[in-house]
């Protein structure tokens, strides 16, 4: 008897879920950065940051860009893994996506396994869990340093 394997469906309450939980922790890292070309960046240790730049800003979204850095003996690691996200946030659904991930420049809900590019069946459930632990990440042990005006 020849075994049927079901396809991968997403679920689709639990990716709104994490979009949810990403969007509210965006708003705390990027706290007072609203404007096109602003920057934050998380300092985790000597040689690991992350670097969120403001790329675009509409009434209802902002276009952001999450790069982690790594430098190690000298060697800019950051090149050779290209880690980097573009994320979305939509505003008035409290929501963000991750849109892009290194190459991959738009990330389908499902896709068939085996495929050429060896994506996961959830490749955007992962990426998005992703974004979470990155974020986590900063908030836990990121230092950022910022301007203290003078008075």
């Known amino acids: 008897m020849p075994v049927v394997e079901k396809k991968y469906r997403p679920h689709l309450p639990t990716l709104m879920a994490l979009c949810e939980i990403n969007y509210m922790l965006l708003l705390r890292i990027l706290a007072d950065k609203e404007q096109v070309g602003e920057q934050r960046c998380f300092f985790i240790s000597d040689f690991l940051s992350y670097r ?8 209802y979204t902002t276009l952001i860009t ?13 090149e050779l893994f290209r880690p980097k996200m573009v994320v979305r946030l939509y505003h008035d659904a409290r929501m ?13 809900p499902r896709y068939d396994y085996p495929n050429e590019k060896m994506h996961l069946p959830d ?13 986590q990440l900063c908030l836990k042990f990121g230092q950022v340093n910022f301007d203290i005006p003078r008075i």
């Open 52 to 59: 969120i730049t403001v790329n675009e800003v509409t009434k």
């Open 66 to 78: 999450i790069n982690q850095e790594a430098n190690i003996r000298g060697y800019n690691l950051t």
């Open 96 to 108: 963000a996506e991750v849109i892009s991930n290194q190459d991959v420049q738009q990330i389908k």
């Open 123 to 135: 490749e955007k459930q992962q990426v998005n869990y992703f974004l979470k632990e990155w974020l």
